[in-house]
């Protein structure tokens, strides 16, 4: 069981590139979220999705896309890259299973470095 | 999601108990409060849960006011290793935004 699989693990930008967090669950789970880590900070959270086909931003989704086409995979997109987006990227993956015990999985991260 | 308060830092002598104090005060009748635990620049870790009953588990314990409008996370015997960033949340296990605060930096002093 892989849980949730993010990749890359790394990569360095240069400034105006592109490129896309891929973001892989095999839980079946419908809520797919998005967050951002800068150095010594909390997680902000960028977009979520509550199912397939549904996207909805949140607290800092400037500078960023998603999409959701499958349970499985929500993909993020950055389209212009700017040093400000240099952090640590993670994907979570949650149930709405009722009293299930923990309901909210991460992935390992993903850390971007714009330059 | 309601949203919790907690303490930007707090320290602890290894080998003692580790009280984590949060305050959810517009905590709903239907959200749990979930805790959290972030090491370096790992993902998150799940430690523990709970609706309004008291809960333990192998990794900690959870106490919830009353009234609900506040839990403490009790690691009883602090290890170096518990050194981390500690986040509160509350959370109906059927909503989907999810938000974390900024957490608490505890760290296990020798």
């Known amino acids: 069981n892989a849980g949730v699989t993010q990749t890359p693990k790394f990569r360095i930008l240069k400034i105006g590139q592109s490129m896309t967090l891929q973001c892989t669950q095999d839980?079946?789970?419908?809520?797919m979220y998005w967050y951002r880590q800068d150095p010594g900070m909390g997680l902000k959270l960028i977009y979520y999705s509550v199912g397939a086909g549904i996207t909805d931003k949140g607290e800092v989704p400037n500078g960023y896309n998603v999409s959701r086409s499958t349970t499985e995979d929500f993909p993020l997109r950055l389209e212009l890259a700017a040093p400000s987006q240099t952090s640590v990227y993670f994907c979570?993956?949650?149930?709405?299973?009722?009293?299930?015990?923990?309901?909210?999985?991460f992935g390992e991260g993903s850390w971007l470095t714009v330059v | 999601d309601a949203k919790t308060t907690q303490p930007p830092s707090m320290d602890c002598a290894e080998g003692r108990a580790a009280n984590l104090p949060c305050n959810h005060s517009t905590i709903s009748g239907n959200e749990y409060v979930y805790w959290y635990r972030q090491i370096h620049s790992q993902g998150p870790q799940y430690i523990i849960h709970?609706?309004?009953n008291n809960e333990t588990n192998e990794m900690a314990s959870l106490i919830i006011t009353e009234d609900r409008k506040s839990s403490t996370l009790i690691l009883p015997h602090a290890t170096l290793r518990d050194t981390a960033v500690y986040y509160c949340i509350v959370r109906v296990t059927s909503g989907s935004r999810l938000t974390f605060g900024e957490g608490t930096q505890l760290t296990v002093n020798p």
């Open positions: 839980m079946n789970h419908n809520y």
């Open positions: 709970g609706l309004k």
């Open positions: 979570a993956t949650a149930t709405n299973l009722r009293g299930s015990g923990n309901t909210i999985y």
